[in-house]
Every structure is written in structure tokens, then in C-alpha cells.
């Protein structure tokens, strides 16, 4: 869209050329076109920004996730900012892996880092083997079933309340220490 803001441009610098090359026109329609297109280009920006990844501002967010005070390297950290009554709509998630030392760094689309503000924090296991059921659990007729679970409670999943301000400078110390009984691969 930028470039039918610089083609109108473009075309507003040709009229000007055929103007000084002996054709008549009226300076004050000349500079009121180039006055409206200014300002058409301008809201145009204005509302691209506003549409863009989010309603706020950025930070660089990074950490490390443990499991019982070990790295724990298959998790997937995600952070949705939490709306207030003076910013219903605060932005987008963030969400990122953690690589084999247990550290992430967020990212949202494109952007690295978090809206900046309070988040709920949620962190799962990675991958197709978790099924998330209890280990105490069974089918129908109490069989006992075989899968893998998460080793990482609800308590820090779908049952989150964990919550992480994200400060206006960032921050590489987002460190979130689950401790369970649960076994873990």
C-alpha cells in the first residue's frame, strides 16, 4: 500500500515537470492534491501500524524452563497478554521452544520478544507422543492404558493461573522452575 502512497507521488512529480515544461496549472490544486495524497498516506500508515502484530509494544523476553532443577529441553513456552479495562485487547501471544539447555527466546510472528505488560504463562510438553491423561487413569472397563503423559502439570498448562510481567526493557530471566512427581523423559 506504501507504493500507491510513492505512485501517486510519482505521478504528482510528472504533473510538476510537464508544469515547468510550458504547460499552465493552477499551483493551488497542485498543492492541495499534494496535501490530500499527504494526508491519505499518512492515515494509511497510521492504520497499517495499528493493524500490525499487535495493539502494544515490544520487549525482548528470553528465560529457561527446568523440571525439577533440570533443563528441561521439549517444552513449549507461550505468553498471552492479559487485557485490562483500559486496554481490553492488549496484543498478541508469544510462544517459543526451548532448546536442549532448557532457554527460549519469544517470538511473535516475525517480532522477537512479548507485548509488554502482564501475561498468563502457559507451558506444555512438545510433540505427538503426549497425550496428557493421568497415569492413574484407564478405559472403560479399568483396563489400564499405556501412554506417555505430560510430565508438566495442568497447574502450568491448561489449568494456568502462572503469571509474568513483561518489563518494558525486556528481560532474559523469564526462568520457570516446575517442580513434579510425574516421571519425565
Not at 500507491?4 to 497542485?30: D, L, M, P, W, Y
Not at 528465560?63 to 529441553?73: E, F, L, S
Not at 510462544?95 to 505488560?117: E, M, Q, W
Request: net charge positive; aromatic share 6%; hydrophobic share 30%.
Amino acid at each position: 500500500m506504501p507504493l500507491a502512497c510513492g505512485s501517486r507521488f510519482v505521478q504528482f512529480k510528472s504533473n510538476r515537470k510537464r508544469a515547468t515544461s510550458g504547460s499552465k496549472i493552477n499551483h493551488k490544486t497542485e498543492n492541495m492534491n499534494f496535501t490530500t495524497k499527504t494526508g491519505y498516506c499518512i492515515a494509511l500508515a497510521l492504520l497499517m501500524t495499528a493493524v500490525g502484530c499487535s495493539g502494544g509494544s515490544y520487549a525482548p523476553v528470553s528465560g529457561v524452563v527446568k523440571i525439577n532443577g533440570k533443563p528441561y529441553d521439549k517444552a513449549v513456552v507461550s505468553f498471552q497478554p492479559i487485557g485490562t479495562p483500559s486496554s481490553p485487547n492488549p496484543g498478541r501471544g508469544s510462544s517459543a521452544y526451548t532448546d536442549s539447555n532448557g532457554r527460549f527466546v519469544l517470538i511473535c510472528d516475525d517480532i522477537k520478544g512479548a507485548v509488554i505488560g502482564k501475561h498468563l504463562v502457559r507451558i506444555m510438553t512438545r510433540g505427538n507422543e503426549v497425550v496428557g491423561a493421568s497415569p492413574e487413569g484407564g478405559s472403560s472397563d479399568e483396563t489400564p492404558t499405556n501412554r506417555v503423559v505430560d510430565p508438566i502439570p495442568a497447574e502450568w498448562n491448561s489449568q494456568s493461573k502462572v503469571e509474568f510481567e513483561v518489563p518494558a526493557g525486556g528481560t532474559d530471566m523469564a526462568n520457570f522452575d516446575i517442580e513434579t512427581k510425574r516421571p519425565v523423559k
